[in-house]
């Protein structure tokens, strides 16, 4: 119930292309979504995140999709670049429990 | 605002011994996380503490504890260490209970065990 599946576990594409990384929870409790973002060496960062109340966010060129009915969301990377290349983590998180992460997808856009 | 910080950046100790890892969390952030990062694989869930207590665990041998503080920094203890125990430590900090509960991660102790 606490699980967060994230796929693909890798994913090459060439620059300009549109990544989609997929996430899948079972506890319709969690009500926070963030996504990290990891370069090689360092910790994750926080990317982007999104509330069940709202079916799209975008930021620059990131857009995660929320889809509540189904239990799924995903980000997507628009105008991919090299400079994105990193593993992108999907998380869920709900007042009062641990945040819990997906176990990681890593992107390489080549030029 | 200082973000999430952990000490010291790298360690090397030898097969058998003991590590001592340290993070201190952004102010007002109450609970710590601490995850494990081998070469290559995703974030594994090793401890979560909160106002001083742990809140959970993950399922790692009882040779890795840890403990919070008052002041709500944390230490991960890793005892007679053994050469898979090599990896990326991650600490992590959120609040709890308020509508961002999202974490914030220092740059992580590599641990290596020759």
Sequence with gaps: QQQVKQSPQSLIVQKGGIPIINCAYENTAFDYFPWYQQFPGKGPALLIAIRPDVSEKKEGRFTISFNKSAKQFSLHIMDSQPGDSATYFCAASMGYQKVTFGTGTKLQVIP | ?114
């Design chain 2, 1 to 114: 605002e200082a973000g999430v910080t952990q000490s010291p950046t790298h360690l090397i100790k030898t097969r058998g011994q003991q590590a001592t890892l340290r993070c201190s969390p952004i102010s007002g952030h109450t609970s710590v996380y601490w995850y494990q990062q081998a070469l290559g694989l995703g974030l594994q869930f090793l401890l979560w503490y909160d106002e001083g207590e742990e809140r959970n665990r993950g399922n790692f041998p009882p040779r890795f504890s840890g403990r919070q503080f008052p002041n709500y920094s944390s230490e991960l203890n890793v005892n007679a260490l053994e050469l898979e125990d090599s990896a990326l430590y991650l600490c992590a900090s959120s609040r709890l209970g308020g509508m961002n509960t999202e974490a914030f991660f220092g740059q992580g102790t590599r641990l290596t065990v020759v």
